[in-house]
């Protein structure tokens, strides 16, 4: 659920690329291997920038298309509403930019929030935390996967003490492993 259009437009259309970038690699090296051979689709909702039709688009996208991960931007009030769903069907959702501090404080178990600004230095953390969650409920890790850290923060310090080490631990090998210089 990315915003499309709206205020939020541009910042969503740059993560639906992102995202349709992950899924074309995946189903380019066989899809998933230990689903034999399974292919991801990506579902793409416009949420226009609205919290409430994030909520909606959220749960239908659950409900209705069955989907197994929900992806939403970054829009907090939109946060606060879906984390909830998050919980209750138990499919994970993951913010995409910055996030809530209340709503993480809450402890939703199956929302996670990224970072997209800062230098908060529990960022690789959080991600971990994420991937440890999508191994335990399917089995096994992903073969690959990606990584764009900004130098400039502390992001930078988390790719190299957490993220990496992880990837390592997972037999996750990076297919796109970036430093933007800004």
């Known amino acids: 659920v990315l915003a499309q259009s709206g205020y939020l437009g541009t910042i969503g259309k ?10 074309d690699e995946v189903n380019a090296a066989g899809g998933i291997e230990n689903l034999g051979g399974a292919t991801l689709q990506l579902v793409l909702a416009d949420d226009k920038s609205d919290p409430s039709l994030t909520s909606t688009e959220a749960e239908r996208l659950i409900t209705q298309e069955g989907v197994a991960i929900v992806f939403m931007g970054p829009d907090e009030v939109a946060q606060a509403l879906v984390a909830p769903l998050a919980d209750r069907y138990k499919v994970p959702v993951m913010a995409l930019g910055s996030y809530d501090s209340k709503v993480t404080d809450e402890q939703h178990p199956y929302f996670w929030g990224g970072i997209g600004t800062s230098s908060y230095p529990g960022t690789g953390e959080v991600y971990k935390a994420f991937l440890d969650m999508v191994i335990t409920d399917y089995g096994q890790a992903p073969k690959t996967a990606g990584l764009l850290t900004y130098q400039a923060t502390d992001i930078q310090k988390n790719r190299q003490e957490i993220l990496l080490p992880a990837f390592t631990e ?13």
């Open 14 to 23: 740059e993560e639906a690329a992102g995202l349709k970038f992950v899924v």
């Open 170 to 182: 997972y037999g996750l090998a990076p297919v796109y492993d970036e430093v933007h210089p800004d």
